[in-house]
């Protein structure tokens, strides 16, 4: 039987689980923007009237928060009862999350609902990639790994439309209706548990080898158990697992201490999650109402219009570096990112300024374009590689465990950076901006001469980088192996 990709019912099948399962990137996005719609909405605001600003700034960042605590703790659930069950607990939190926020009527119970949907986004972070990675055909594994962190930008374009739409709204339901609407995302994702398969590579480490090699047939194969591409990559997958088994004293957190390769990916790691959220992008993405409030922008329907046209924007840019993240070096990417990140909020800060000091309305209005570009250079670089470069430069027995350390840097990030917001941006206005452009060097200096080039590697090679010397990388490079040989699997897979 051909392997005719799209074409096969098993891969079909496949897809539309892992095209539900993207939904625990969308809900990230829905509940990470959610605040900065409602934020928009006078009835809200209301609501919040009586907090003060570090108060207001704690009750944004409670998702944060919540996915802070969450992250660790999932990676744990995730590799002992499965990935699927991790994301399971992950929906149904956001999903209770999300009823207790419609009913409550205190400001502090919100700010606890509010901590147990970022719990809930968290479970979801943590499985729903590695499952999407580890299940999907070794052909589309780059694309769909890729536009994972893109379909963020569905989730919060979701949120600011409906938030636009309750704007009419004269009461408490025009900000309980997008609380209640964050339902949307988690329900697909529970729907897509339904179909798409458990990890073959977790059912292989349970001593479940059978159903992995059935999944496999089933959704990779076509279902012919005599396909070349299933063989070759259950025995890869049990052949990585085995080695794992042999190499366990170096899969625990203190592995990342055992070389200094190994401290040189841990500091990656570490920094990513900081650069995702320190380049300015947070003021833009969490707390956007109050910027274009201070350049002459009030209305709450042009505030509205600006958040959804921005995320219109985001999402453009987002996939399209997707979808060309292999075709340049992932270096010339983060550089030519950042330099550009830095001086469309150079230019912002000054327009900014000239507004505020000298009350030029051209110069307020020119903030806005400035806002647009810097984001579409933060969107072509760091969104595709926030997920990628990690995946990429660690060997597979840290995997799991670097990616949870990045996810946890970025949500202890992100708390500290919306919860000073409100009160940094009401003390310092335009000045503000400031602080990120002098992030926007260091990161510049860092990128320069801490990360290394991947592109057109193989992760063996990518290893040889890390590696002090070839003990280490033997070590390392049977783990790896199945990586490797994904290569393989798709040129195969054209026969």
């Not at 928060?65 to 990676?75: E, W």
């Not at 799991?400 to 708390?415: E, H, R, W």
Request: aromatic share 12%.
């Amino acid at each position: 039987m051909s392997e005719k990709g799209t074409t096969d019912r098993g891969l079909r099948r496949l897809n539309l689980g892992i095209a539900l399962m993207l939904a625990a990137s969308a809900t990230s996005g829905y509940n990470a923007s959610q605040i900065n719609s409602l934020l928009v909405l006078p009835e809200f605001k209301e609501y919040l009237s009586d907090l003060s600003s570090s108060a207001e700034g704690l009750i944004i960042a409670a998702v944060s928060l919540g996915a802070f605590l969450a992250f660790i703790p999932a990676s744990y659930v995730a590799d002992r009862l499965g990935r699927r069950i991790c994301v399971c607990i992950g929906s149904t939190l956001v999903i209770l999350a999300a009823i207790i926020q419609v009913a409550v009527t205190h400001p502090w119970v919100f700010f606890g609902a509010r901590i147990v949907t970022g719990a809930g986004v968290g479970f979801s972070q943590t499985a729903a990639p590695l499952l999407i990675a580890e299940v999907a055909h070794p052909r589309q594994r780059r694309v769909l790994t890729g536009l994972y962190n893109a379909v963020w930008f569905c989730g919060s374009i979701t949120a600011a439309a409906i938030a636009f739409a309750t704007l009419s709204i004269p009461s408490s339901w025009s900000w309980r209706a997008p609380c209640v609407l964050q339902v949307l995302y988690p329900i697909f994702q529970l729907i897509g548990l339904f179909v798409i398969p458990e990890s073959p590579r977790w059912l292989v480490s349970k001593d479940r080898v059978g159903e992995a090699r059935a999944m496999l047939t089933r959704y990779h194969g076509n279902g012919d158990m005599s396909s070349s591409l299933v063989e070759e990559e259950f025995d890869q997958i049990c052949s990585s697992i085995r080695a794992e088994a042999d190499l366990k004293d170096s899969s625990g957190w203190s592995a990342f201490l055992r070389t200094r390769g190994d401290m040189h990916r841990l500091l990656i790691c570490i920094l990513l999650g900081f650069m995702q959220e320190w380049t300015g992008n947070g003021v833009t993405s969490y707390y956007l109402p109050p910027i274009l409030a201070s350049v002459g922008i009030k209305d709450a329907s042009h505030q509205a219009a600006v958040n959804i046209s921005l995320q219109f924007w985001n999402l453009i840019f987002a996939v399209g570096g997707a979808s060309t993240s292999d075709r340049y070096g992932r270096r010339t990417l983060w550089l030519s990112a950042t330099t550009l990140m830095m001086i469309f909020l150079s230019t912002s800060t000054v327009m900014a300024g000239l507004f505020a000091e000298l009350h030029i309305l051209e110069a307020g209005i020119a903030v806005v374009p400035m806002l647009f570009l810097f984001c579409a250079a933060y969107d072509f670089a760091y969104m595709p590689l926030f997920i990628a470069y990690p995946a990429e430069i660690l060997p597979y027995q840290l995997r799991a465990k670097g990616l949870a350390i990045t996810l946890t840097t970025d949500s202890l990030a992100c708390f500290f950076n919306q919860y000073v917001n409100p009160v940094a941006f009401g003390a310092l206005a335009w000045k503000y901006f400031c602080i990120y452009i002098g992030c926007l060097v260091f990161f510049l200096g860092v990128i320069y001469f801490v990360y290394p080039e991947t592109q057109g590697r193989s992760l063996e090679e990518v290893a040889q980088i890390f590696e002090d010397d070839k003990d280490d990388v033997k070590a390392i490079s049977p783990v790896e192996s199945e990586d490797f040989h994904t290569a393989s699997f798709a040129a195969k897979s054209e026969i």
